[in-house]
């Protein structure tokens, strides 16, 4: 069936509108390509920059699209071709109306044409849409319906505005002029959605829509950035806010950027001032700039401490930790890092370590050994006093309990756990405890609580000093006391004992003046003898307990042994002991007779004392002499002798060899300091044939 030309509404198109709509849809197609090309290079070329080589991929993925288009542009062209096929038959018959079958054809053609378009640009994942320039929606993909939530018959044919809040229509316009002489605009948007409260962001491309060299509208290719876009703002929102300072550099060490903290940390008053300062002023100390790295340098992980310069010269100490960035080359673009102002914390440190190192000098020159003891009877810590005390060192006690020290007292774990149970938060005791040496020491301990951070008992804290000296003084102490009072009661007696005893030789005299009998005469010759041996007992206990005269004097000194034999000649017979007292002519000497006595007295007594623990009986032999200056006097037992390691000390304060309870160690060195202040010595060595011989030396009287 054919159709009347005059009565079809349809007026027929000429071949030059074929041939132009194909020059148009090719000029499309390349525009297209150039467009996708430019826009994805703007997009991604600062990114690339910092995305390593696995996204090269992208590349890739540009020549799959652009293959896209080609095949696109290629199903056009068939149908532009099959376009001009029918106009050649229509212009063949001129002046005819075209047939139903030609019109129907073409209908075909053109919906297959839009179709192929539509599928096109529904395949992109971003969002396209085509606009006028009243902002009326000519196109749009399935990208753009999702995001509006509307279906693409809904959206053709609308107003943009009806949809975005943001930007605004007068947003819009006020740029329009612009845009209308480049044709060109790219950029990133912010599109809020009147159906979401979400904000969008957007990398978009738009491109005029040109027709009769006037623009009528634009194409707008966007690429959704949101996520990435909210990530930026996230980290900038955490750069700026950080209290650790953050900073970007150059490999040479120069700041690129830094957060507010690092320019408050470095005292200077913006950002500006910091980013303008050369890398050698931040570096505290002379070298390569802090903040950067060697030429050689990987790249990688880095934390160490670093000094840097404030803005007033001050040197800050901060904790670095940084790493590089590489380009898609694999280049070293900058680094980034933190920096963590440990500058008081070192201080901080520095004054710990002096607090530390004087505690510990304190404790070192405390006179008690100071013990830290937990929760379990374990030492958590011992001064240096525990070496001297006990003969431990610090380390051998920490980790033990009280109770693993051998020969420790049960006093020191009474007082332990009468602490920490908070029966006397604070107490005392004195307690044995042997040192290491096998010495025994007399301790006395002080104990209190140890609390924690929260007030909770965590332990107990002990003091131990040793008292060994001081109770040995207290006993000398009172022995001499008892001495003295000794010696006044013996003063007494002398004197009373001297009246009767002046009586008794008075009549014994008179008696044997007047009587005849020989035997009685004898009786009273014997009488007589007893009475004047105990007058002479009385003289020598009056002497020496009477007071020593002040000063030094010559003296003679066969009479002052000769006395001081006197004084203890009971106990010498009691215990057996035999004195062989080579008496030579008078030996002056120069001293104080009483303080001789004393010390003449005790080395008596120290040679019967050790006479008696190896025999039933012995020999002291005394002997005197003068060598030059000097007059001597010696004592020689024929005792065990004194042991060789004992001879160094054994004129040192408490220092004992006798069994418990016999000795308090001082007789010898009270006998050292006597003999010192007379410009003396006394001596002691162990004789060749055995037993012990102490030598007394003195300055004679009289001698320069």
Same mark, same amino acid.
């Given at each position: 069936?054919?159709?009347?030309?005059?009565?079809?509404?349809?007026?027929?198109?000429?071949?030059?509108?074929?041939?132009?709509?194909?020059?148009?849809?090719?000029?499309?197609?390349?525009?297209?390509?150039?467009?996708?090309?430019?826009?994805?290079?703007?997009?991604?070329?600062?990114?690339?920059?910092?995305?390593?080589?696995?996204?090269?991929?992208?590349?890739?993925?540009?020549?799959?699209?652009?293959?896209?288009?080609?095949?696109?542009?290629?199903?056009?062209?068939?149908?532009?071709?099959?376009?001009?096929?029918?106009?050649?038959?229509?212009?063949?018959?001129?002046?005819?109306?075209?047939?139903?079958?030609?019109?129907?054809?073409?209908?075909?053609?053109?919906?297959?044409?839009?179709?192929?378009?539509?599928?096109?640009?529904?395949?992109?994942?971003?969002?396209?849409?085509?606009?006028?320039?009243?902002?009326?929606?000519?196109?749009?993909?399935?990208?753009?319906?999702?995001?509006?939530?509307?279906?693409?018959?809904?959206?053709?044919?609308?107003?943009?505005?009806?949809?975005?809040?943001?930007?605004?229509?007068?947003?819009?316009?006020?740029?329009?002029?612009?845009?209308?002489?480049?044709?060109?605009?790219?950029?990133?948007?912010?599109?809020?959605?009147?159906?979401?409260?979400?904000?969008?962001?957007?990398?978009?491309?738009?491109?005029?829509?040109?027709?009769?060299?006037?623009?009528?509208?634009?194409?707008?290719?966007?690429?959704?950035?949101?996520?990435?876009?909210?990530?930026?703002?996230?980290?900038?929102?955490?750069?700026?806010?950080?209290?650790?300072?953050?900073?970007?550099?150059?490999?040479?060490?120069?700041?690129?950027?830094?957060?507010?903290?690092?320019?408050?940390?470095?005292?200077?008053?913006?950002?500006?001032?910091?980013?303008?300062?050369?890398?050698?002023?931040?570096?505290?100390?002379?070298?390569?700039?802090?903040?950067?790295?060697?030429?050689?340098?990987?790249?990688?992980?880095?934390?160490?401490?670093?000094?840097?310069?404030?803005?007033?010269?001050?040197?800050?100490?901060?904790?670095?930790?940084?790493?590089?960035?590489? *380009?898609?080359? $694999?280049? %070293?673009?900058?680094?980034?890092?933190?920096?963590? /102002? =440990? !500058?008081?914390? @070192? #201080?901080? &440190?520095?004054?710990?370590?002096?607090?530390?190192?004087?505690?510990?000098?304190?404790?070192?020159?405390?006179?008690?050994?100071?013990?830290?003891?937990?929760?379990?009877?374990?030492?958590?810590?011992?001064?240096?006093?525990?070496?001297?005390?006990?003969?431990?060192?610090?380390?051998?006690?920490?980790?033990?309990?009280?109770?693993?020290?051998?020969?420790?007292?049960?006093?020191?774990?009474?007082?332990?756990?009468?602490?920490?149970?908070?029966?006397?938060?604070?107490?005392?005791?004195?307690?044995?405890?042997?040192?290491?040496?096998?010495?025994?020491?007399?301790?006395?301990?002080?104990?209190?609580?140890?609390? *924690?951070?929260? $007030?909770? %008992?965590?332990?107990?804290?002990?003091?131990?000093? /040793? =008292? !060994?000296?001081? @109770? #040995?003084? &207290?006993?000398?102490?009172?022995?001499?006391?008892?001495?003295?009072?000794?010696?006044?009661?013996?003063?007494?007696?002398?004197?009373?004992?001297?009246?009767?005893?002046?009586?008794?030789?008075?009549?014994?005299?008179?008696?044997?003046?007047?009587?005849?009998?020989?035997?009685?005469?004898?009786?009273?010759?014997?009488?007589?003898?007893?009475?004047?041996?105990?007058?002479?007992?009385?003289?020598?206990?009056?002497?020496?307990?009477?007071?020593?005269?002040?000063?030094?004097?010559?003296?003679?000194?066969?009479?002052?042994?000769?006395?001081?034999?006197?004084?203890?000649?009971?106990?010498?017979?009691?215990?057996?002991?035999?004195?062989?007292?080579?008496?030579?002519?008078?030996?002056?000497?120069?001293?104080?007779?009483?303080?001789?006595?004393?010390?003449?007295?005790?080395?008596?007594?120290?040679?019967?004392?050790?006479?008696?623990?190896?025999?039933?009986?012995?020999?002291?032999?005394?002997?005197?002499?003068?060598?030059?200056?000097?007059?001597?006097?010696?004592?020689?037992?024929?005792?065990?002798?004194?042991?060789?390691?004992?001879?160094?000390?054994?004129?040192?304060?408490?220092?004992?060899?006798?069994?418990?309870?016999?000795?308090?160690?001082?007789?010898?060195?009270?006998?050292?300091?006597?003999?010192?202040?007379?410009?003396?010595?006394?001596?002691?060595?162990?004789?060749?044939?055995?037993?012990?011989?102490?030598?007394?030396?003195?300055?004679?009287?009289?001698?320069?």
């Amino acid at each position: 069936m054919t159709i009347n030309p005059a009565q079809s509404p349809r007026p027929s198109r000429p071949r030059g509108n074929f041939e132009q709509e194909e020059s148009q849809l090719w000029r499309w197609l390349i525009g297209f390509i150039i467009l996708l090309a430019v826009a994805l290079s703007a997009l991604l070329w600062e990114r690339l920059e910092t995305i390593p080589y696995s996204l090269r991929a992208i590349p890739i993925g540009v020549l799959t699209l652009s293959l896209l288009l080609v095949v696109y542009a290629y199903g056009r062209r068939r149908e532009v071709s099959d376009l001009k096929v029918l106009l050649k038959g229509l212009q063949e018959h001129v002046g005819a109306a075209p047939s139903e079958e030609q019109l129907d054809q073409l209908s075909q053609v053109l919906q297959r044409s839009q179709r192929s378009f539509k599928e096109l640009i529904d395949s992109f994942d971003d969002p396209a849409f085509a606009v006028s320039l009243d902002g009326t929606l000519r196109t749009v993909n399935k990208r753009v319906s999702d995001l509006a939530g509307l279906p693409y018959a809904e959206l053709v044919g609308h107003k943009i505005y009806d949809l975005i809040a943001e930007p605004t229509r007068e947003e819009v316009e006020r740029g329009l002029g612009r845009f209308l002489e480049t044709r060109r605009w790219t950029g990133t948007v912010k599109v809020q959605l009147k159906n979401s409260s979400r904000p969008l962001y957007f990398d978009c491309v738009m491109n005029g829509i040109v027709k009769g060299d006037e623009v009528v509208g634009a194409s707008v290719l966007g690429r959704d950035v949101t996520e990435e876009r909210e990530k930026e703002l996230r980290f900038t929102a955490l750069f700026e806010t950080l209290q650790e300072g953050v900073y970007f550099s150059t490999p040479d060490g120069r700041l690129q950027d830094a957060n507010p903290a690092l320019v408050s940390m470095l005292g200077y008053e913006d950002r500006a001032h910091l980013l303008a300062v050369e890398p050698a002023a931040l570096n505290f100390d002379p070298g390569q700039p802090v903040l950067g790295r060697a030429v050689d340098d990987r790249g990688g992980v880095r934390t160490r401490e670093v000094k840097l310069r404030r803005k007033d010269g001050s040197a800050a100490v901060f904790l670095d930790s940084s790493r590089a960035v590489w *380009d898609s080359a $694999g280049n %070293i673009i900058r680094y980034q890092g933190t920096l963590v /102002d =440990i !500058t008081e914390k @070192r #201080k901080m &440190e520095r004054q710990l370590a002096q607090q530390e190192q004087f505690r510990s000098r304190l404790l070192e020159s405390f006179p008690d050994m100071i013990l830290v003891v937990d929760l379990e009877e374990r030492y958590t810590f011992a001064s240096a006093r525990a070496r001297e005390l006990l003969g431990y060192a610090p380390e051998e006690l920490l980790g033990k309990k009280i109770s693993d020290l051998e020969n420790q007292s049960s006093e020191l774990v009474l007082l332990y756990r009468s602490v920490v149970s908070g029966a006397e938060p604070i107490a005392s005791a004195e307690y044995g405890a042997r040192h290491r040496d096998g010495s025994w020491r007399t301790m006395r301990a002080s104990g209190s609580q140890l609390t *924690d951070g929260e $007030g909770k %008992i965590s332990g107990a804290i002990i003091s131990v000093r /040793d =008292i !060994t000296v001081e @109770r #040995k003084l &207290e006993q000398q102490v009172v022995q001499s006391e008892r001495l003295a009072a000794m010696g006044a009661m013996i003063g007494g007696v002398a004197h009373e004992l001297n009246n009767p005893l002046t009586s008794i030789l008075g009549v014994s005299e008179l008696l044997q003046d007047t009587e005849t009998n020989e035997t009685a005469r004898k009786q009273l010759a014997m009488l007589q003898q007893q009475a004047r041996r105990a007058a002479d007992i009385v003289q020598n206990l009056t002497y020496f307990s009477r007071p020593p005269a002040p000063g030094k004097s010559a003296i003679n000194l066969v009479e002052i042994v000769e006395r001081t034999l006197n004084l203890h000649a009971y106990s010498l017979r009691k215990n057996n002991i035999t004195v062989d007292f080579l008496k030579e002519a008078g030996v002056p000497a120069l001293g104080d007779p009483h303080q001789l006595m004393q010390v003449f007295l005790n080395l008596i007594v120290n040679a019967e004392q050790a006479i008696r623990e190896t025999r039933d009986r012995g020999t002291l032999r005394i002997r005197l002499g003068r060598t030059g200056n000097s007059a001597w006097v010696s004592f020689h037992d024929d005792g065990p002798g004194i042991p060789k390691e004992s001879l160094p000390s054994i004129f040192d304060p408490f220092y004992t060899t006798k069994r418990p309870g016999r000795g308090t160690g001082l007789g010898l060195s009270i006998c050292k300091s006597v003999m010192k202040e007379h410009n003396g010595s006394v001596e002691a060595a162990n004789a060749p044939d055995g037993g012990a011989v102490f030598t007394v030396t003195l300055p004679v009287a009289g001698a320069n």
